[in-house]
């Protein structure tokens, strides 16, 4: 039979929310306020070791909160020790390590083409390469392009066309794309050991793996058996922008290429690699992805579209780019570095936190009373659909419980706050609560000895969800090659024969000698038009003077 012991207190203590300097001690006066403990006590067992040995052991179970310190004071029995302990439940993260990462640029394109018209001389043929020795270049070649300008303006007819479409990155901006495993879920608690005259003996911290449960084996022994959090970021793509600023920022939503991926509808199917360059294999896929068009073949203005998926000319945000923590909003802030990423939550199911003593002890619960003078707010659902109770508490302190309640459903919430009364302001998540009205009800109540609730009907403001947006092709204007400097071919002529290109101030050898030969050639035909005239006089005066 288990003797009964002395105690003199066990507490549910709230963390302070000022940080503290590494070389602050812990004060010996309380400055944190006594909210309710959940949990029970097994009291004493006896355990006999291998030996034959007998020892008495007390456990005690609780349920931990996150950001809450479990707080009491022991005296043994069976010795003079005599102390306090406190188990801080600091926070609780996910660590997912890298599976694969690699770096890439936004893609902008440089297009130059040749048109031959037909019937011309033919400098354009499915041999053609217009990409000669240049880089991530693809050639293109189509042979039935409508096209006017060959012969008449209004005239369409199908001219032969020739590309060269090279990728480039569109500026000096990088960003960076991490593959994320099965993360590791750790709760991170910190110990603290006081003996009777409240002076600081031993300060720990210890990270629990949740995944697998750990025992932490101090003076007194702490065991977690909670499998942690439920909700999760899963696992999978995501970006980063590659910039010092922005080097902790995690981007959702982003269709990403795998580390062997070059599909162009996706992004990173242009990567960066070493010492500055670039590296693609979807240069076929870019012939696939051009569509050109021909205004006038002869003058060579030409245009061209890339297929809307494709991830050409186009920017980030034109994506459904978004922060990690808007889509997730249980995360309260992430960091990323070289080979894993750690995510913070901002919420926690409670902890079942085991602490077994190597004597007996018995149980005193106290709390401090909570205060609640008024309140105001409002719900807020974003145009992510995430609903939050934002809440302005005038001269609260302590544990305050509250029912919201909408036209359908209502949800406990529980808030905790400092020990002094001030005025403070919260942020609640909720789940589906409908409003009636424009308006949910709210009642809350500081956890005291005087049964006092505030009810108050706080008006919905609820933003709209995003919808979709007609995106039109992006059409680039095509660089004209030098065809206007071609003697052998047909476009050149029909260029510098267009009575609207003779005011052109440029003058190419192309220009030139077709100038002269059709200066040449209009000379001859005067002279052999005045010839025919002439002769055709002589013979009319001949007749005349027969008569």
């Given amino acids: 039979m288990v003797s009964k012991t002395w105690f003199v207190f066990l507490v549910f203590c709230e963390q302070m929310e000022s940080k503290f300097g590494s070389n602050m001690r812990f004060r010996q006066t309380p400055t944190r306020h006594c909210s309710p403990p959940t949990g029970s006590v097994d009291g004493g067992i006896v355990v006999e070791d291998g030996g034959g040995g007998i020892s008495d052991l007390t456990t005690l179970t609780w349920q931990v909160a996150l950001g809450s310190t479990l707080c ?18 600091v926070s609780l993260k996910s660590i997912y390590s890298m599976l694969d990462s690699y770096q890439f640029p936004l893609v902008h394109s440089s297009v130059q083409c040749l048109c031959d018209c037909p019937g011309g001389h033919s400098q354009c043929d ?3 390469n217009m990409c000669a020795n240049i880089s991530n270049c693809a050639s293109y070649y189509n042979p039935s392009v409508r096209s006017s300008g060959c012969f008449f303006n209004f005239l369409q007819l199908s001219a032969a066309m020739c590309c060269s479409i090279q990728v480039l990155p569109a500026s000096r901006e990088r960003y960076r794309a991490v593959h994320l495993a099965v993360p590791s879920i750790m709760a991170q608690f910190k110990t603290v050991y006081k003996n ?14 949740l995944n697998s ?37 995690l981007l959702a939503g982003l269709n990403v290429n795998g580390l062997d991926g070059w599909d162009i509808n996706k992004l990173g199917w242009l990567k960066a690699g070493k010492k500055g360059g670039v590296v693609t294999s979807s240069l076929e896929q870019l012939v696939q992805a051009f569509v050109p068009t021909v205004e006038n073949c002869a003058d060579g203005r030409y245009g061209g579209t890339f297929t809307k998926g494709a991830k050409i000319d186009r920017l980030l945000v034109e994506g459904q780019k978004r922060r990690l923590t ?31 003593h190597r004597s007996k002890v018995g149980v005193v619960v106290q709390y401090s009373s909570s205060h609640l003078s008024d309140f105001t707010g409002l719900l807020y659902q974003d145009s ?30 529980l808030l905790r706050l400092p020990l002094h009364p001030s005025n403070a302001t919260r942020q609640v998540k909720l789940s589906a609560i409908q409003c009636r ?20 009907h706080l008006p919905c403001v609820t ?9 039109p092709d992006i059409r680039r204007q095509v660089e004209a090659s030098a065809v206007t400097d071609c003697l052998s071919c047909g476009s050149a002529w029909l260029h510098w024969l267009d009575p609207g290109h003779w005011l052109e101030t440029a003058w190419p050898q192309a220009r030139v000698v077709i100038m002269v030969t059709m200066a040449v050639m209009g000379m001859l035909v005067i002279i052999m038009v005045c010839k025919v005239i002439r002769g055709v006089c002589k013979c009319c005066g001949c007749a005349s003077s027969k008569k």
Avoid at 78 to 86: D, I, K, M, P, R
Avoid at 217 to 242: A, E, K, R
Avoid at 327 to 340: A, K, L, Q
Avoid at 388 to 404: E, R, Y
């Fill in 326 to 356: 808007d889509v997730y909003p249980f995360i309260g802030d992430v960091r990323v570095w070289r080979r894993h990423v750690e995510m913070e939550h901002k919420e926690s199911p409670l902890l079942a936190l085991t602490l077994q």
């Fill in 126 to 128: 499915s041999q053609t």
């Fill in 463 to 471: 933003e709209n969800m995003r919808t979709f947006r007609s995106t």
């Fill in 196 to 209: 009777e005259e409240g002076e600081v003996v031993d300060t720990r911290s210890y990270s629990v793996d």
């Fill in 384 to 413: 992510f659909s995430h609903l939050h109770l934002n809440l302005s508490l005038f001269q609260a302190s302590g544990t305050i419980t509250g029912v919201i309640s909408g036209s359908r459903s209502s949800q406990s919430i």
């Fill in 72 to 89: 009491y004071r022991f005296k043994s029995e069976t010795s003079s020790l005599v102390g306090t302990v406190e188990v801080t439940y």
């Fill in 213 to 249: 449960g750990s025992t932490i084996d101090w003076d007194v022994t702490l065991q977690v058996s909670s499998p942690g959090p439920t909700t999760l970021v899963p696992p999978g793509w995501y970006v980063v922008p590659d910039h010092p600023s922005h080097r902790h920022t």
């Fill in 437 to 456: 009205a424009g308006q949910v009800r709210v009642s809350l109540r500081p956890l005291s000895l005087q049964n006092v609730t505030i009810t108050k």
